[in-house]
């Protein structure tokens, strides 16, 4: 069975960094895509950055410049760096992977989700 555990969240004031991980963990094979959302109270979940096997990451326009996503195979973990953190980017910061393991063929996984706030 698959897991995704996150790790990294916290309090901060707004300019600081944190950084966010996530560990997939059982029987796979090939991990195509790794990415991150987050979802703000009563707003929907959005997209933040996605790194997709042999391709540079991309990160979405409101974090542009200040998040920064990357990989490692290896560890089946992904990060994301957050800097100059904004009260705005205070949400529930969850990861997916769509990968493939040993019994099925490719699906999606979702982390439990890790809270970042951000105060002014």
């Known amino acids: 069975q698959v897991q995704l555990v996150e790790s990294g969240g916290g309090s901060v004031q707004a300019g600081e960094s944190l950084q966010l991980s996530c560990t997939a963990s059982?029987?796979?094979?090939?991990?195509?895509?790794m990415a991150w959302y987050r979802q703000a109270p009563g707003k929907e979940r959005e997209l933040v950055a996605s790194a997709t096997a042999h391709y540079d990451p991309v990160a979405a326009d409101s974090v542009e410049g200040r998040f920064f996503m990357w990989r490692d195979d290896a560890k089946k973990r992904a990060y994301l760096q957050m800097n100059n953190l904004k009260p705005e980017d205070t949400a529930a910061y969850y990861c997916?992977?769509?990968?493939?393991?040993?019994?099925?063929?490719?699906?999606?996984?979702w982390g439990q989700g890790t809270q970042v706030t951000v105060s002014s």
């Open positions: 997916r992977f769509h990968l493939s393991t040993y019994s099925a063929g490719f699906s999606t996984y």
């Open positions: 059982g029987s796979i094979t090939y991990i195509n895509e």
